[in-house]
Nanobody
Framework: EVDFMESGGGSVQAGGSLKLSCTSS????????MGWYRQAPGNECEMVSW????????DYSDSVKGRATISRDNAKNTLYLQMNSLKPEDTAMYYC????????????????????WGQGTQVTVSS
């Protein structure tokens, strides 16, 4: 287990913004590709964003593309997800995830491709 700690969630009205953060005192982020996924009650997990080890490459699910920005500060060992124009359908528990393996042929949208994740932070968007 790792001590990922997500924060920044909360309750906002539709159209609002939140910036999620994820950090760890035990796990070094700079050697891992990382991402954010979310899960709402009764729904499957959805990977919403991925960032490369250097931060030079990112990608997003269609559901958040244009509204979310993933970033990382390896010096601070912190991962971020800026969410704007929030919608009620964004309501979910959000988790950061890290991939420890260095094998090829994996797909960032596959949550099982990640080896470590945190306890999550709740995002609730009201209409």
């Amino acid at each position: 287990e790792v001590d990922f700690m997500e924060s920044g969630g909360g309750s906002v009205q539709a159209g609002g913004s939140l910036k999620l953060s994820c950090t760890s005192s035990e796990f070094s982020f700079d050697d891992s590709e990382m991402g954010w996924y979310r899960q709402a009650p009764g729904n499957e997990c959805e990977m919403v964003s991925w960032i490369s080890r250097s931060g030079d490459n990112t990608d997003y699910s269609d559901s958040v593309k244009g509204r979310a920005t993933i970033s990382r500060d390896n010096a601070k060992n912190t991962l971020y997800l800026q969410m704007n124009s929030l919608k009620p359908e964004d309501t979910a528990m959000y988790y950061c995830a890290a991939r420890g393996r260095r094998t090829s042929g994996w797909v960032w949208r596959d949550r099982l491709a990640y080896d470590y994740w945190g306890q999550g932070t709740q995002v609730t968007v009201s209409s």
